[in-house]
């Protein structure tokens, strides 16, 4: 099994551009979710998914939108890119939001300039 | 105050020692508790869930005290490659929806394992 897949795996964009990281899993999970890891704040969320269709905001959701079209994929867009949105960005999956253990993708490393 | 709160370390113990973390929650209503493990510029990997019990894992126990709050993990017989972050996760109440909880991560706390 490939567990969950990030893609890509380091991006550097321009203040404004716009770009997705992509996420998908392949364990059959209802419940998705966005985090971003910066120095001295550890994983924060940012928007997540209870199911295909379904997605609420997390703590850190300015900036960012989702979508969950199917149960496997879960794309994070970044609409205009700000130097404050620089961090490592993991997606994770799991059976339910809160009793199971989550599953990491190995995260994508995002610079703004 | 921080939801779930972890000193960041680092501790430093030399290979074969025994070594445990402690983690602080302040939401009584939290119900699941993990510890997850963290390598240089990797992603998180569950180590461990937490039972109101205490759980053993080999060379790992997990111990949850309610009524204080806190959440420790201790490793015996330390070896180099348990050098990482360790995280402590709980799962707090989310009133703001009225829907079921969602995780919290510590900051974690890193540990180095040295000769």
């Known amino acids: 099994n490939a567990g969950v897949t990030q893609t890509p795996k380091f991006q550097v964009l321009k203040t404004g551009q716009s770009m997705t990281l992509q996420c998908a899993q392949d364990m059959n999970h209802e419940y998705m979710s966005w985090y971003r890891q910066d120095p001295g704040m550890g994983l924060r969320l940012i928007h997540y998914?209870?199911?295909?269709?379904?997605?609420d905001q997390g703590e850190v959701p300015n900036g960012y939108n989702v979508s969950r079209s199917t149960t496997e994929d879960f794309p994070l867009r970044l609409l205009s890119a700000a130097p404050s949105q620089t961090s490592v960005y993991f997606c994770?999956?799991?059976?339910?939001?809160?009793?199971?253990?989550?599953?990491f993708g190995s995260g994508t490393r995002l610079t703004v300039v | 105050r921080k939801e779930v709160e972890q000193d960041p370390g680092p501790f430093n113990v030399p290979e074969g020692a025994t070594v445990a973390f402690n983690c602080t929650y302040s939401?009584?209503?939290?119900?699941?508790f993990f510890w997850y493990r963290q390598d240089c510029r990797k992603e998180p990997k569950l180590l461990m869930s937490?039972?109101?019990s205490g759980n053993e894992d080999g060379r790992f126990t997990a111990q949850l005290n309610r009524a204080s709050q806190y959440i420790s993990l201790l490793i015996r017989d330390s070896k180099l490659s348990d050098s990482a972050t360790y995280l402590c996760?709980?799962?707090?109440?989310?009133?703001?929806?009225?829907?079921?909880?969602?995780?919290?991560f510590g900051t974690g706390t890193r540990l180095q394992v040295t000769l």
């Open positions: 937490v039972y109101s």
């Open positions: 994770a999956s799991s059976r339910d939001r809160s009793n199971y253990g989550y599953t």
């Open positions: 998914s209870v199911g295909a269709g379904i997605t």
């Open positions: 939401n009584s209503a939290s119900q699941s």
């Open positions: 996760v709980v799962n707090i109440p989310e009133w703001r929806t009225g829907t079921a909880s969602k995780l919290t």
